[in-house]
Nanobody, 130 residues
Framework: EVQLVESGGGLVQPGGSLRLSCAIS???????????QGWFRQAPGKEREAVAT???????TYIDSVKGRFTIFKDNATRTLFLQMNMLKPEDTAVYYC?????????????????????WGQGTQVSVSA
């Protein structure tokens, strides 16, 4: 069984920073870590969007609105996926979800996420407001 548990959300002022964590539990982590992982978000009234993804070979992809501000990285030793968010803006307010694939290794951001990411966390709220 695969479990993803996010943490690190909260309320922050514009310009502030947050680091989201996603703890991944699976008995086959050594294989699992080679597949796509990513962070998605969904704001009220909007569709879920992919914020950042990391391929099995470490290649990262970001949506334009977060480039230069957000960084996705993973620590296989602790089985954790991270999203470092700096210079936060009110438009970053959303529920953030981590996601992982059970079989796709490359071109994670280029494919339909519904076909790539089969495992999802429960979500963590990020609110950016003065």
């Amino acid at each position: 069984e695969v479990q993803l548990v996010e943490s690190g959300g909260g309320l922050v002022q514009p310009g502030g920073s947050l680091r989201l964590s996603c703890a991944i539990s699976t008995p086959t982590f050594s294989t699992f870590s080679r597949y796509c992982q990513g962070w998605f978000r969904q704001a009220p009234g909007k569709e879920r969007e992919a914020v950042a993804t990391v391929d099995g070979d470490g290649r990262t992809t970001y949506i334009d609105s977060v480039k230069g501000r957000f960084t996705i990285f993973k620590d296989n030793a602790t089985r954790t996926l991270f999203l470092q968010m700096n210079m936060l803006k009110p438009e970053d307010t959303a529920v953030y979800y981590c996601a992982a694939s059970g079989g796709t290794m490359f071109l994670c951001a280029s494919r339909d996420p519904r076909t790539v990411f089969g495992y999802w966390g429960q979500g963590t709220q990020v609110s950016v407001s003065a």
